[in-house]
């Protein structure tokens, strides 16, 4: 199986920075897309930032500010996320889908949510 670890959720100032990260071990054969997603109080479970080999992607709300990256040897994804805004306030998910050891398909993970609050 796989399990997912994640990190540095916290309480920050507007305007801060926070980094969070999150860390997949178990029987991991290979990871594809790494990625997080937040859900705010009320809302839907929304994309926040997603990274392949190739590409990535940022949701509008956070294009500038929020940087995905990840370590292909460790099998961590990161998000470094800047100049923070109340409406930032959520928790965050990693997700990662994997090929485990000995299948022929992949499947998403979740990571159990870091709360990343924005407030003076």
């Known amino acids: 199986q796989v399990q997912l670890a994640e990190s540095g959720g916290g309480l920050v100032q507007p305007g801060g920075s926070l980094r969070l990260s999150c860390a997949a071990s178990?029987?991991?054969?290979?990871?594809?897309?790494m990625g997080w997603y937040r859900q705010a109080p009320g809302k839907e479970r929304e994309l926040v930032a997603t990274i392949s080999r190739s590409t990535r992607r940022y949701a509008d709300s956070v294009k500038g500010r929020f940087t995905v990256s990840r370590d292909y040897t460790k099998n961590t994804v990161s998000l470094q996320m800047n100049s923070l805004k109340p409406e930032d306030t959520a928790v965050y998910y990693c997700?990662?889908?994997?090929?485990?050891?000995?299948?022929?398909?992949?499947?998403?993970?979740w990571g159990q949510g870091t709360q990343v609050t924005v407030s003076s």
């Open positions: 178990g029987s991991i054969s290979s990871v594809n897309v």
């Open positions: 997700n990662l889908w994997v090929v485990t050891i000995g299948s022929r398909y992949e499947y998403d993970y």
